[in-house]
């Protein structure tokens, strides 16, 4: 097996332990025996727990970016179309992408470490810049420049939205959060 495959197998096995036991009650034991490798492999390509869970977090924010990428890329759907299944998917980032739901939700209760905060900062400000550009190309007939605000809070909403579903979740069976209409009247009002 090439270096590389390796590697991504290391991080595709240690990201669903971390998924499912946390950073905490996970060890590079498990995470060898899950591969079948043995423990020395793990720390030949990383050289601590921590920097293999980094290295997973990365990975799926690459991965959550990619996805969103794909969605605004979609040249079938109005722009409308692409904010409403961009909204839409961030419901799925609790399952699809749960250390990245995970940090958000850590963040916001103030226990990330510092490592985390900086990831967090860095692909946030990355999806901010994949908003922007689909903003400017949609408003450049329209205005002379998309507010410096405007996608950043678009991406901080998205997160917002993800967020409060969960916790509506917990809280109430009784109340919908954000249902397809609300999606898209947000949606509408955004792009109006």
């Known amino acids: 097996m090439k270096n590389n495959d390796r590697k991504m197998q290391i991080i595709k096995a240690a990201d669903k332990r971390f998924a499912r036991h946390g950073f905490h009650k996970t060890n590079m034991d498990e995470i060898a025996r899950d ?5 020395p492999t793990l720390y030949y390509y990383f050289e601590s727990k921590d920097a293999l869970y980094i290295e997973v977090i990365k990975w799926e924010f690459e991965n959550y970016l990619e996805m969103v990428n794909q969605i605004f890329s979609n040249d079938d759907n109005s722009i409308n179309k692409r904010f409403e ?3 839409i998917r961030k419901d799925a980032v609790r399952n699809d992408f749960k250390l ?33 550009k689909v903003l400017i190309y949609f408003y450049k007939d329209k205005i002379k420049a998309v507010s410096k605000s405007l996608p950043y ?6 997160w917002m939205f993800t967020v409060g579903k969960k916790m509506s979740s ?12 609300n999606i898209q009247q947000i949606t509408e009002s955004l792009l109006s």
């Open 153 to 158: 809070s678009v991406v901080m909403l998205s």
């Open 35 to 39: 591969i079948r490798i043995g423990k």
């Open 100 to 132: 990245i739901f995970e940090i958000i939700v850590q963040f916001i209760s103030d226990r990330t470490t510092e490592a985390e905060t900086e990831l967090l900062k860095e692909y946030l400000l990355k999806e901010e810049e994949l908003i922007k």
């Open 85 to 87: 299944e961009y909204f």
């Open 170 to 181: 917990q809280l109430s069976n009784e109340k919908e959060f954000l249902s397809i209409e």
